[in-house]
């Protein structure tokens, strides 16, 4: 991967949404769906105004995407979208940082070491960036399916998704709701914090809160083990403080009874902005036939993803720790 094409990429797109974003009259983030579909498809849309088109016209002279590696277009479009949503009001930061995503693509690699094809779903995909940066990560056949409810961040994977030419099957809906997908043998996800408003659908579900709203990081972790194959696995980033609320019980006797804890891992906190927003990346088994739980869980604190000797050490661990207790 080169660094200059990624930053050449970047101003490309930079300079195309700031464009539409001017004469559109439309967020920048929504301007860089836009421009991604633009590069997309080498052609401004029919309804843009003349100028704007003239302008694109003249900027897609600019550009041979071709030269481009999927990871080069991730990252360049990573770069957009956070300097998309720096601006954004959301409270939640929803793009999982590169970093994040790099890390746990390792461990999926690790998981599926054996495995000739996989079929993978993240019901929290976002901008698809997580979900991306694990495919492009993977030397095996797949096949991949995201969810959202957000219409922005779907436009933004979609573009994301068809730049690096990776075929995947997006859902736009409420993932709390049923969907029309075969059990998978991975589900990922960022997980969405905070409560889910829709009380009558949170009555689907045995997480449910026994008073007020429920949890949606609850439900969407009980949603996933349904879509997930008997035997299958699941990794999740996870606020550090879900073994602690006040609804852990439940969510302790709900996963003891229908997956393994195969590991956790917590991410280094300099990541985050406050201590209380740090997160963990749990790895799940859901239970099935002939299927147990690790002599020993893989359990670590994560160094700075910047200290290179700490990070060889611990992945050393973590290879020696894929040795011993797993084996598929
Ligand atoms: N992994 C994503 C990425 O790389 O861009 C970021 C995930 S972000 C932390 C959590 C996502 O959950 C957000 O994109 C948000 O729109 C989505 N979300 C929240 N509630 C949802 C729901 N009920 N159904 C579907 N998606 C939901």
């Avoid at 095996?140 to 690096?164: F, H, I, R, W």
């Avoid at 659908?201 to 990081?217: I, M, R, V």
């Amino acid at each position: 991967m080169q660094q200059t094409h990624v930053e050449e990429l970047f101003e490309w797109i930079d300079e195309a949404a700031t464009a539409i974003e001017y004469q559109e009259n439309t967020t920048y983030l929504e301007s860089v769906a836009d421009a991604l579909d633009v590069l997309y498809h080498h052609a401004p849309f029919d309804d843009m105004a003349d100028l704007l088109k003239q302008q694109l016209e003249k900027h897609l002279k600019d550009i041979d995407l071709n030269k481009f590696e999927k990871e080069e277009i991730r990252k360049a479009t990573q770069l957009a979208i956070l300097k998309g949503m720096k601006g954004a009001t959301q409270q939640q930061h929803l793009i999982t940082p590169d970093t994040v995503a790099m890390f746990m693509g390792y461990l999926t690699q690790r998981l599926f070491k054996d495995a000739q094809e996989i079929r993978i779903f993240d019901p929290a995909c976002g901008t698809a960036n997580l979900l991306t940066a694990v495919l492009n990560q993977l030397d095996k056949q797949v096949a991949a399916y995201g969810s959202d409810v957000d219409e922005t961040l779907m436009k933004l994977a979609l573009a994301n998704a068809n730049l690096q030419k990776t075929e995947i099957e997006f859902f736009h809906q409420d993932s709390l709701r049923p969907f029309l997908l075969e059990p998978v043998d991975f589900v990922l996800a960022d997980l969405p914090v905070g409560y889910y408003p829709d009380d009558v659908q949170a009555g689907e579900y045995n997480l449910k809160a026994e008073e007020g709203y429920s949890y949606a990081h609850h439900l969407f972790i009980e949603q996933s083990l349904r879509y997930t194959k008997q035997g299958g696995y699941l990794m999740f980033v996870i606020p550090n403080f879900l073994f602690e609320s006040d609804q852990a019980t439940q969510l302790n006797a709900f996963l003891r009874e229908h997956a393994h804890i195969v590991g956790m891992l917590q991410l280094p906190e300099a990541l985050f902005k406050e201590e209380k927003h740090a997160k963990s990346i749990l790895v799940l088994q859901k239970k099935g036939k002939g299927t147990e739980a690790p002599k020993e869980a893989l359990l670590a604190k994560l160094p700075s993803f910047k200290n290179h000797n700490a990070m060889a050490d611990i992945l050393a661990q973590i290879n020696q720790w894929f040795e011993k207790n797993h084996s598929s």
